[in-house]
């Protein structure tokens, strides 16, 4: 059971750094950088504004034990859609092989988080 909660929150606070404290950051303190990610994908600014503030909201539902599973569920879906299609994004606009590569990283991070969270609350059943 210890060895399943480190395995966990190692997994979800790299999360919560990737996913929620860095973009929040960019977005407050530098709101040009908030940006950097997606103009060259052709995307709006106001949809980086928007995606940060769901990341953060889906970071949180991941991190804090006492969201109730079906919305940490939704959470863990929205963060996979958003990793999925920020690869598919870069495959097809920008094609540059390390931005492609990041969210697939990123997303087995968060597949390990998934996991290890449906094992702990299984064991503590």
């Given at each position: 059971m210890?060895?399943?909660k480190i395995i966990f929150w190692v997994a979800t606070i790299i999360i919560v750094a990737w996913e929620?404290?860095?973009?929040?950051?960019?977005?407050i303190f530098s709101?040009?950088?908030a940006t950097v990610g997606?103009?060259?994908?052709?995307?709006?600014?106001y949809f980086a504004y928007t995606l940060i503030i769901c990341k953060v909201l889906g970071v949180f539902a991941i991190s804090y034990?006492?969201?109730p599973p079906t919305l940490r569920e939704w959470a863990y879906?929205?963060?996979?859609?958003?990793?999925?299609?920020a690869f598919i994004s870069h495959a097809v606009v920008d094609k540059n092989l390390g931005f492609m590569i990041?969210?697939?990283v990123v997303l087995g991070v968060l597949m390990v988080s998934y996991i290890?969270?449906?094992k702990i609350r299984t064991e503590e059943k």
């Open positions: 210890r060895k399943n929620g404290v860095m973009p929040l950051s960019a977005l709101p040009d950088q997606t103009k060259p994908l052709g995307y709006p600014d034990r006492k969201t879906a929205g963060l996979t859609f958003n990793l999925i299609f990041m969210p697939l290890y969270s449906n």
